[in-house]
């Protein structure tokens, strides 16, 4: 994301969403209430009766729209903004939809900007050419690839396939494993030409035949491929390498990989000890009593006003403040949790709200945690 232009007086800013996060980031920043403008096409009331037809149904224009709609599709890459135009050539008060994709240019006029608002657009600013990631989990039968470009999760293929066991004969076995391997170099050397890494990883060998492979055929690819074990093949493979924080360096600067590696993190600290709260009270005291080290909130809840405070207090602190989508295995946790976690910097238990658990205060999750 690129900040164009700027004008605090007015509480304009234009913005270029230069990758598929940054839609992920102007849907969460935009709320309705606020003037959204870009360049459009719509419907021309005053073209002259000899214009063509094809020439007077559309015409490219900039609209201002007041929002009172926001959708983000994920899987098509756009994000539409619909409300009443208030700036234009023509049709001022009648409703539109601004339809953005990555690479287009969006002009957000906000009344003030919240905590919440300022840590969205911080982290596009920061995240300028966000590394594109492909992952595979992968075992003989059953194998997941999937690419990550910051927020962006795209499954690639799921390849599930029989393989011949001991009880057939070895040539068909031995033909069906070739065949396979076949397929997924196939599918790498695809869509890893533009990866800046790819990560393997499995239970068994077949990730270093792969590598092998690779080596033979494509050496530029098997340079930039890194190969890490794990438990499981398969989409449950690929979620367990994420939090894992096993393939930390080549997944470096993906945030769909910092974001399963920290919310493990606060369910490791929960189950472990006293280096974790929960819930947006708990969160908020931690906060107070400066013993955090990172603020998770999940997306739902930025916009959420009691959690508000707890995000200006964070930053006011320079504390590391992470937006967890709510989409995924990880959003799934951190809802379980309340919606808002802290990672601490040491031992530290809420002075004013019991856990109701036995033992250590953290030795098992909060009944209450979805408090207010």
Known sequence: M??????????????????????????????????????????DPEAPEDVAGAERSRRRVFLTVRVEQVEFHG???????????????????????????EGDDVAVTKARLTAADRTILEEGLRREGEPTV??????????????????SVEPVVDLRRTIAGKQYAVAQA??????YLEELVTVLRREGAGAAAVVLAGPGFLKEQL???????????????????ASESGRVGVNEI??????????????AAEEAAVVERLVRALAGGVRAAVGPAEAAEAVEAGAVETLLVSESRLVDPAVEPTLEAARAARLAVFVVRDEGEAGA?????GGVGAILR??????????????????VPRTDASGP
């Open 242 to 255: 994420l939090k894992s924080g096993r393939a930390t360096e080549a997944l470096r600067g993906n945030v």
């Open 75 to 101: 899987f098509s890459k756009h994000v539409r903004l619909t409300g009443p135009i208030v700036e234009g050539p023509f049709d001022i008060g009648r409703h539109h939809t601004l339809d953005l994709t």
């Open 2 to 43: 690129r900040v164009i232009h700027r004008d605090d007086a007015t509480g304009l800013l234009k913005l270029r969403l230069e990758t598929p996060s940054d839609l992920w980031r102007i849907a969460r920043f935009v709320r309705p209430g606020d003037r959204a403008g870009a360049s459009t096409t719509r419907r």
């Open 174 to 179: 031995e033909k069906d494993r070739r065949t």
């Open 134 to 151: 492909l992952l595979a989990a992968v075992d003989w039968g059953d194998s997941s690839v999937v690419r990550l470009r910051g927020r």
């Open 333 to 337: 946790r951190l809802a379980a949790l």
């Open 211 to 229: 590598l092998r492979q690779l080596a033979e055929v494509d050496p530029p690819l098997a340079g930039k491929t890194r190969v890490y074990p």
């Open 346 to 363: 040491y031992d530290w238990v809420s002075p004013t709200r019991a856990t109701r658990s036995p033992g250590s205060p953290r030795a």
